[in-house]
């Protein structure tokens, strides 16, 4: 008898290798089970390109061995076609003896029309193996379709006296560093992970970052800036051509190279999930600054919270947001501490 949940489990560790290049897909892997032994196995790779299913198909030499074999899937295989032909007719080709799926796909396109498909060709299906560990994978995609915005993770340092930065002294420029350099690493890990990344304009005019990943091995996110009154000089790091920039205003829309300029009548935090549902983008990682943080926070519209403590203390300056919750865990990394928040 096959074992569902050690398949699916491996559909699952190939989904994540996807990373941020498949958004705004959801992240999908792809097992081929026969005689209780894979002969098969894919993942979803990039934006426009084959699915996990095609990819675990291409992976076998023999295309025959396929029929009456079964087919784990981390997610409902889609029937439209898109950028690529249905998943669901491709397996139906092969005559596949059964599909097992982790979870339904929430996108209207699919919900549920991939299993309809293969059940009315005779493929037998079995739903909801590892349904949530399926669902936490893609909590981004799911989010996106159920709340109509992208899943939003905050995340800061604060020093352990709880401050951001140091009060500046006549328009002082430069980064005051409260994390030590191990955590920069890990920092960019996380903005690898996310579709886009968002700050305020004051960061970006006292901290001139630059808002890509350089201390790891990953895609540079889309930059999102809110500057309401456009105040910024475009010499500033985040106009650089390392990624898309767009930036949030109330004078103009404009266009130029990898920059773009968005009008709208307020920079809420709902106009601008609003305007990032719009262009498909699944998750932000806000880092800054204390109002922007605190913006989304008032509001509630956050998802996940990751706070840094360094060792520093600064005795005043600006203070940290605040979540008024106990943290879902904590961890020591290095010589600071990380706070960990999750919304149910």
Request: glycine content about 6%; proline content about 3%.
């Given at each position: 008898m096959l074992n569902h949940e050690t398949y699916m489990r491996r559909c699952i560790y190939l989904a994540r290798l996807g990373g941020s290049y498949v958004f705004p897909n959801p992240l999908v892997g792809c097992v081929i089970v026969k005689n209780n032994k894979i002969i098969g196995e894919g993942y979803h790779k990039l934006i426009g390109e084959a699915h996990a299913e095609v990819n675990a198909v291409e992976s076998v030499e023999d295309k025959s061995e396929i029929a009456n074999a079964t087919v784990y899937v981390s997610l409902e295989p889609c029937s439209h076609f898109g950028k690529t032909p249905p998943c669901t007719d491709l397996l139906i080709y092969?005559?596949?003896?059964?599909v097992v799926i982790g979870c339904l796909d929430i996108n209207p396109k699919v919900a549920g029309k991939g299993i309809e498909k293969l059940q009315r060709?005779?493929?037998?299906?079995?739903?909801?193996?590892?349904?949530?560990?399926?669902?936490?994978?893609?909590?981004?995609?799911?989010?996106?379709?159920?709340?109509?915005?992208?899943?939003?993770?905050?995340?800061?340092?604060?020093?352990?006296?709880?401050?951001?930065?140091?009060?500046?002294?006549?328009?002082?420029?430069?980064?005051?560093?409260?994390?030590?350099?191990?955590?920069?690493?890990?920092?960019?890990?996380?903005?690898?992970?996310?579709?886009?990344?968002?700050?305020?304009?004051?960061?970006?005019?006292?901290d001139n970052p630059s808002l890509t990943v350089r201390d790891f091995h990953g895609k540079n996110p889309i930059r999102i800036i809110v500057d309401s009154q456009l105040q910024l000089k475009n010499d500033m790091n985040v106009f650089s051509k390392d990624a898309p920039t767009i930036i949030f205003n109330r004078i103009k829309n404009h266009r130029n190279n990898n920059v773009e300029w968005v009008k709208i009548s307020e920079t809420s935090t709902s106009n601008i999930l609003f305007e990032l549902h719009q262009r498909g983008i699944q998750s932000i990682f806000v880092e800054g600054g204390s109002r922007t943080l605190q913006y989304f926070i008032v509001d509630n519209v956050w998802d996940e919270a990751r706070?840094?403590?360094?060792?520093?203390?600064?005795?005043?300056?600006?203070?940290?947001?605040?979540?008024?919750?106990?943290?879902?865990?904590?961890?020591?990394?290095?010589?600071?501490?990380?706070?960990?928040?999750?919304?149910?």
């Open positions: 092969l005559k596949v003896k059964e060709s005779g493929i037998n299906v079995v739903i909801g193996i590892l349904e949530e560990e399926c669902k936490q994978l893609n909590k981004r995609f799911f989010t996106f379709h159920e709340k109509q915005r992208p899943y939003v993770i905050l995340k800061w340092a604060q020093t352990i006296d709880g401050f951001l930065d140091r009060v500046r002294q006549n328009e002082e420029h430069g980064i005051n560093w409260i994390s030590a350099p191990e955590t920069k690493a890990l920092v960019h890990k996380w903005r690898a992970e996310e579709h886009a990344i968002l700050v305020g304009r004051n960061t970006i005019l006292y706070i840094i403590v360094g060792k520093q203390q600064f005795h005043n300056g600006i203070k940290a947001p605040v979540i008024n919750k106990i943290p879902t865990f904590s961890q020591q990394f290095g010589d600071d501490l990380l706070h960990y928040f999750y919304r149910k």
